[in-house]
């Protein structure tokens, strides 16, 4: 991809807007036959259709809790070279804000815009995917949950996310102790397991986020790229899951 097209896909990502994805099927020879159903939610918690997002993948993990499981996949969409201040790319999130709450019914905090305005705080997906990824370490069912409320704090509440003595906070309104979030945020293991994640992310195609994955009878299959309902979402789960 031309930095160019990297530009511009990463503008697209962070004012909400999914790019095209290419996600495609590949095997996975440690998945067992008889093994319950996992949905890969691929996210970033920088995405404002991953924010918006949300409820829906809630509302379906809870209607079919009983006959499928969830993991979360980091995809790192803002590392790197696409790291900046928030005002480099905020007159273009600030109009894109509205066709994100029009269709999703989600609103966008004003601590958020206000900080688009302000247009100084650096902009990096690595801190807060380092938090989930620790948390994950720590209670993985309650992993997708503790995401959430990472985005929460950040499109809701407007709060600063490279700030790591935030996460200890958030950690404790899942059942995580602080004291515990931030030992596994300071073990290199968790940055690992954020690398092995965007690795997995490039595997399976994933140019845009969020994405959804079955992985199911020896197979991972997409199953959702981008924003979609409750009931968009569960019909394309229950079409994958008797997919051949």
């Not at 499928?68 to 590392?79: K, S």
């Not at 509205?98 to 690595?126: C, F, H, M, N």
């Amino acid at each position: 991809m031309s930095p160019l097209s990297i530009l511009a896909a990463t503008t697209l990502l962070l004012c909400g807007l999914p790019c095209t994805a290419r996600p495609h099927e590949v095997a996975d020879t440690t998945a067992m036959p008889d093994q319950r159903p996992v949905l890969l939610y691929v996210m970033d918690p920088l995405c404002g259709w991953c924010y918006a997002f949300g409820h829906e993948l809630d509302t379906v993990l809870a209607q079919m809790a009983d006959s499928i499981d969830v993991q979360l996949v980091l995809g790192g969409m803002v590392t790197g070279d696409r790291e900046g201040p928030m005002g480099d790319r905020a007159g273009y999130i600030l109009g894109a804000i509205p066709r994100l709450e029009s269709y999703t019914g989600v609103r966008i905090g004003e601590p958020y815009k206000d900080q688009l305005r302000l247009g100084t705080r650096w902009s990096s997906s690595a801190p807060p995917s380092l938090a989930i990824a620790a948390f994950r370490t720590l209670a993985p069912d309650r992993a997708v949950a503790f995401a959430h409320e990472v985005q929460h704090a950040y499109f809701r509440d407007g709060l600063d996310l490279n700030d790591r003595s935030l996460y200890p906070t958030l950690a404790a309104r899942h059942g995580v102790d602080g004291a515990q979030l931030t030992a596994a945020m300071a073990d290199p293991a968790a940055n690992l397991a954020f690398e092995a994640d965007m690795r997995r992310s490039a595997d399976l195609g994933v140019q845009g986020f969020p994405a959804v994955f079955l992985v199911h009878k020896g197979s991972t299959r997409p199953v959702s790229s981008g924003y979609r309902s409750a009931p968009e979402l569960r019909a394309a789960v229950r079409a994958a899951l008797q997919a051949r």
